[in-house]
């Protein structure tokens, strides 16, 4: 029989892989795998025993995960752009199904909403604009700022912490950070995550109670504003191909976990 530690551990694993993949959720994976509300209680005591086992296991994952990516994205730019640009463009199935859809709801201020949605794009198309997602460096600010942001996807089922690297423009630094273990990169991401675990874990969790689908109108709009860093200069044949791999193989995933769900 596995020890505690080493399931938590295990568990931690898919986690950490999770978040190297832009469109692939950690907390929807933290779902999956139950320990999603253990999570939560955990960060909010900074319950170390729960915590550093399951951590180890995270950082193990991501360390995979960045290997591979690092060296695919090296030799193939252009058709790992396109499928990540399909991870992330399916992954808006998720917030817009926790938001209720699109449709105008009873007793809702839509139009709050959807200026949400639309100040959303504009912020993600300013901040991927400036820096796309596949540039070999960044700055240590906008490393700090990418797992500061990032740490919330632990907590929101749904949104994808590679998405939001891609966001930051800070995906293939950071990516090539953990699969070189770059020390001083690797410091300032793990500060922004270690920062917004603390902050996020109770004030994301009272957000999502009293501003659920507003929030999730604003992350659609991140989302789809962050397709502009991973879009493919000149796709040809190989990039819509892969797009349409990474679309189908998230919507299937989400579609999975709904299904679990319902």
Known sequence: MLSDKSKLFLQGFPLGLANTLPGISGGTVAIILYIYEPLLRA???????????????????????????????????????????????????????????????????????????????????????????????ASHLRIFLGGLLGSATMILPGISGGTVLVIMGAYRPVISAIATIDLVPLFFFGLGLVTGLIIFAWLLSW???????????????????????????????PEITFFLLGFLFVWLITWQTARKST
């Open 43 to 137: 960060l909010k005591k900074v319950n170390l025993k729960f915590l550093l086992p399951l951590g180890l296991g995270a950082a193990a994952g991501a360390l995979l995960g960045a290997l591979v990516i690092d060296r695919i994205i090296e030799f193939y730019p252009g058709p790992v752009m396109a499928l990540l640009a399909g991870m992330i463009l399916a992954s808006l199935r998720v917030t817009l199904k926790e938001a209720g859809g699109l449709e105008p709801q009873k007793e809702s201020k839509d139009l709050a909403n959807y200026i949400l949605l639309v100040l959303g794009l504009l912020l993600a198309l300013l901040i991927s604009g400036e820096a796309t997602s596949v540039a070999a460096s």
């Open 207 to 237: 957000l999502l109670q009293s501003y659920r689908r507003s929030i999730m109108y604003f992350l659609s709009g991140l989302i789809l504003g962050s397709l502009r860093g991973v879009t493919p200069p000149a796709p040809g044949a």
